[in-house]
């Protein structure tokens, strides 16, 4: 059953009453079984960093589910939903749905180096948080705004996810070529504050339950050494509980 995900959000009131009334269809179904693919660590990561902090840019479907598994990643300070690839003034979820501005619903994750490398993030990425195989869509979302994408934020960066994604390939990880691209020189902008949060707020949410849960217990179950049980929570947000 494919549950839809309610591209229009005018008010919270409103939000929890169509949740009110899908909650009974997620009752009547199971949980989608996301398939996760254990992938060999890249032979090529970034130099080991003695502090501060670094940030990676990556889209693989809704960015819900994307920021919810990358929240529960150890090192991981803060991780943020938005749009990359196109410009400020379409950067709204209205604009981004219709996949004409050129977004991705992407996630800006800010990491600690010292913890958890940037090639790290990319296994976990490429492993758990979404198909990266699949040509723009994720599950039941179909657009070129849920490509698999990385916005690299320097060359380093870049040279690390284009030899990843070649390893990965060559050695035939997945049945089917990796369809992520690597777009450089793009810049991220934050997502509106009910969309920040939504899989930790949101755990019954029909979509979370359906799409977006399995990821994280892979990550638990995969990544057992890289996972935080405590999310890392947006900073500033307001974001929107539906129960």
């Not at 009974?24 to 902090?53: F, K, L, Q, Y």
């Not at 589910?65 to 979820?93: I, L, P």
């Not at 990425?125 to 916005?151: C, K, M, W």
Request: charged share 20%; hydrophobic share 40%; proline share 8%.
């Amino acid at each position: 059953m494919r549950l839809p995900r309610y591209r229009s959000f005018p008010s919270p009131l409103v939000l929890a009453a169509v949740l009110a009334l899908a909650v009974t269809a997620c009752d009547r179904i199971a949980p989608a079984a996301e398939a996760a693919m254990p992938v060999p660590p890249p032979t090529v990561d970034e130099p080991a960093s003695v502090g501060g902090s670094e940030t990676a840019v990556l889209a693989g479907g809704c960015f819900w589910g994307v920021q919810g598994v990358f929240q529960h990643v150890k090192g991981v300070k803060t991780a943020v939903s938005g749009y990359t690839g196109g410009s400020a003034a379409d950067a709204h979820y209205e604009d981004v749905g219709g996949g004409t501005t050129g977004h991705a619903e992407s996630v800006q994750v800010t990491f600690d180096p010292k913890v958890v490398s940037y090639g790290e993030i990319l296994r976990i990425y490429f492993s758990v948080a979404h198909d990266p195989t699949e040509l723009n869509r994720q599950g039941p979302d179909v657009g070129t705004q849920y490509r698999s994408a990385i916005f690299p934020r320097d060359e380093v960066q870049r040279k690390v996810a284009q030899q990843y994604i070649a390893q990965l390939d060559a050695a035939h990880v997945f049945t089917r070529p990796l369809a992520t691209t690597v777009e450089p020189g793009k810049t991220f902008y934050r997502a509106e504050d009910y969309h920040q949060d939504f899989l930790v707020r949101n755990p019954t949410y029909p979509y979370i339950v359906y799409n977006d849960l399995s990821k994280v217990e892979n990550l638990k179950r995969l990544f057992a050494d890289r996972y935080a049980d405590a999310p890392a929570l947006t900073p500033s947000s307001v974001a929107v509980s539906v129960r």
